[in-house]
């Protein structure tokens, strides 16, 4: 399951999908460490419940993209 949430976040930080202000919501395991950026995409922070963690991804600015 892990392959497809990276697989979906890589999708979302290639394509055209998302607006400026969108924010992605990764959850996934604690034991795994999120991709730093995908993307257009880069993690702006990681919050950890019990086994489970949610990682925020938002877009790069233009001018980084």
Do not use: C, W
């Not at 998302?18 to 990681?46: F, K, W, Y």
């Amino acid at each position: 399951q892990q392959g497809e949430a990276l697989e979906t976040l890589e999708y979302l930080g290639e394509g055209g999908l998302l607006g400026e202000d969108a924010v992605v919501i990764l959850q996934h395991s604690s034991r795994m460490q999120p991709p730093a950026e995908s993307g257009n995409l880069v993690l702006s922070s990681t919050r950890r419940i019990g086994d489970t963690s949610l990682s925020f991804f938002e877009r790069k600015p233009r001018n980084e993209a």
